[in-house]
Nanobody, 127 residues
Framework: QVQLVESGGGSVQAGGSLRLSCAAS????????LAWFRQAPGKEREGVAN????????KYDDSVKGRFTISRDNAKKSVYLQMNNLKPEDTGMYYCAAPSHGISYGRALKEEEYDYWGQGTQVTVSS
């Protein structure tokens, strides 16, 4: 049984930083890409960042490029999202997601490509 458990969310002021963690169990973290999504109140869930299992560079949504960094630790079966210079529009529930198959670069931030989801961790950024 695959389980993804996020942690690290919280409340910060604009310009602050947070580091989200996602611990996986029952899943081969080294085999496929992993991703972070977020959902703001009243909005659809959107892809934030994806990290591939191979040497391909991570993919980021334009809204977070230069501010967020995704990384993974295969030994710890974990993926991380370092978020710097946070803005109020970054507020939302952040989810870790994993697929059961390989994903192309162009589909890396598409929600429908992912089969396993964590319960989410809340990030609130105040101005």
């Amino acid at each position: 049984q695959v389980q993804l458990v996020e942690s690290g969310g919280g409340s910060v002021q604009a310009g602050g930083s947070l580091r989200l963690s996602c611990a996986a169990s029952g899943y081969s973290v080294s085999s496929y890409s992993l991703a972070w999504f977020r959902q703001a109140p009243g909005k659809e869930r959107e892809g934030v960042a994806n990290i591939f299992s191979g040497a391909i560079s991570p993919k980021y949504d334009d809204s977070v490029k230069g501010r967020f960094t995704i990384s993974r630790d295969n030994a710890k079966k974990s993926v991380y999202l370092q978020m710097n210079n946070l803005k109020p529009e970054d507020t939302g529930m952040y989810y870790c997601a994993a697929p059961s198959h390989g994903i192309s670069y162009g589909r890396a931030l598409k929600e429908e490509e992912y089969d396993y989801w964590g319960q989410g961790t809340q990030v609130t950024v105040s101005s």
